[in-house]
Structure formats: structure tokens, C-alpha cells
T-cell receptor, first 114, second 116 residues
Framework: GAGVSQSPRYKVAKRGQDVALRCDPI?????LFWYQQALGQGPEFLTY????????KSGLPSDRFFAERPEGSVSTLKIQRTQQEDSAVYLC????????????FGPGTRLTVL | AQSVTQLGSHVSVSEGALVLLRCNYS??????LFWYVQYPNQGLQLLLK??????LVKGINGFEAEFKKSETSFHLTKPSAHMSDAAEYFC??????????????FGKGTKLSVIP
């Protein structure tokens, strides 16, 4: 595809459920990022991959959050035992191999935890 | 640690008037600076970027921004607002690639309303 795609676009979960959010980066982009955007706030960094290696996970808010990119392309962000404070838009971004850190963002997944 | 401050969570301008959205940053090293726009229910779209090549940066849709090191500012301007400019705007900072840190640090955003 032409851009970063994310699925599902909307997810409603009951508190305590596990969820999995998918990101398909732009073909050829080796770097991939996940951000969390709470309502009325700017995006906040969660984690970063270069190919299949997770090089930075310093932004993950708890051990309930887990991300993977096993083949260096598609990535999945998993949240276990969801809590209401997990409600947010989760944005994925990919980065071309050269340039000045211009990240290309997907449309996001809006997660609502009831 | 890097940080970004956007003054004014909501700015209203009349159609045809000057748009000025303010951004101040703090960074321990020369940064890269970005402005992104977000339309409702969409992801972020890059408007423009500063990478130390020139202090006045021109972007898409008639927007431009000026990097002022002495003021640690990177304000976004557009001479004449259009109704289609109504959206939320985010300023972001990152270290230069050589520093090995790629994460973007965003401000809280400024919602721009354009009054016909």
C-alpha cells in the first residue's frame, strides 16, 4: 500500500480483556514506532523497532504492554488485562532508511476500555 | 530530556487572517524539529521539518516556520488562513540521527479553528 495501515481502526474492550493492534508499515521502511495518544494530548512514545529488533521500549507504561515485529515488517502491539486508563488512540509510524527522521504515521487505532 | 511547549491549546482566526501557532522546545543537543497536522480521525501528516539546513522552512499548504535558536522557538505561520486549515497541529522534536535516538517528543497540540 501507499501508506502505513493499522487495524482495527476502532476497538472496544471490556476491562480485563486482552487486545492486539496491528500495524503494516510502508514497504522498505526498516524502522517502526508505536505511540499512545490520550484524549486532548500529543502522542507519547511507546516503543521502537529496527527490523525485528526492539531497540527501545522505554515508553511502555507497564508490563501489560508488549510489542513484537517477528519478521521485520508487520508489528503487533498487545495489551493484556486492559484497564480504563489504556483508552487512547494508538499510532504506528514508520521511517525510511535515510533522511531526517520524517516519520510516516498510520491512521491509528482508537481503543476504548469499558 | 527533550520537551516541547505549545502555547495556546486553542487558536481561532478569521478566514484570510494570519495564522501563528507557537512552539518552544528544550533540547540538550541541536535538534530536528517538526510540525504535524492531524485532521479528525486521521493520523499525523508532516507539514514541515527543520534539519539545520536553513532557519526558515517552507512546508506544504502554504505553511512555514522559523527556527530561532536564541529563543528556542519554532513557530508555525501562514499568511492567510483557509477553512481547510482547521485541524490540530503538533510540534515535535527529536535528536539528530547521529545521536541514535529516533523517538519524537510532541507538544500537547493546538487546535486551530477558522471562522468564515
Amino acid at each position: 500500500g501507499a501508506g502505513v495501515s493499522q487495524s482495527p481502526r476502532y476497538k472496544v474492550a471490556k476491562r480485563g480483556q486482552d487486545v492486539a493492534l496491528r500495524c503494516d508499515p510502508i514497504s522498505g521502511h526498516v524502522s517502526l514506532f508505536w505511540y499512545q495518544q490520550a484524549l486532548g494530548q500529543g502522542p507519547e512514545f511507546l516503543t521502537y523497532f529496527q527490523n525485528e529488533a526492539q531497540l527501545d521500549k522505554s515508553g511502555l507504561p507497564s508490563d501489560r504492554f508488549f510489542a513484537e515485529r517477528p519478521e521485520g515488517s508487520v508489528s503487533t502491539l498487545k495489551i493484556q488485562r486492559t484497564q480504563q486508563e489504556d483508552s487512547a488512540v494508538y499510532l504506528c509510524a514508520s521511517l525510511p532508511p535515510s533522511g531526517f527522521n520524517e516519520q510516516f504515521f498510520g491512521p491509528g487505532t482508537r481503543l476504548t476500555v469499558l | 530530556a527533550q520537551s516541547v511547549t505549545q502555547l495556546g491549546s486553542h487558536v481561532s482566526v478569521s478566514e484570510g487572517a494570519l495564522v501563528l501557532l507557537r512552539c518552544n522546545y528544550s533540547s540538550s543537543v541541536p535538534p530536528y524539529l517538526f510540525w504535524y497536522v492531524q485532521y479528525p480521525n486521521q493520523g499525523l501528516q508532516l507539514l514541515l521539518k527543520y534539519t539545520s539546513a536553513a532557519t526558515l522552512v517552507k512546508g506544504i499548504n502554504g505553511f512555514e516556520a522559523e527556527f530561532k535558536k536564541s529563543e528556542t522557538s519554532f513557530h508555525l505561520t501562514k499568511p492567510s488562513a483557509h477553512m481547510s486549515d482547521a485541524a490540530e497541529y503538533f510540534c515535535a522534536v527529536s535528536d539528530q540521527i547521529e545521536a541514535g535516538s529516533y523517538q519524537l517528543t510532541f507538544g500537547k497540540g493546538t487546535k486551530l479553528s477558522v471562522i468564515p
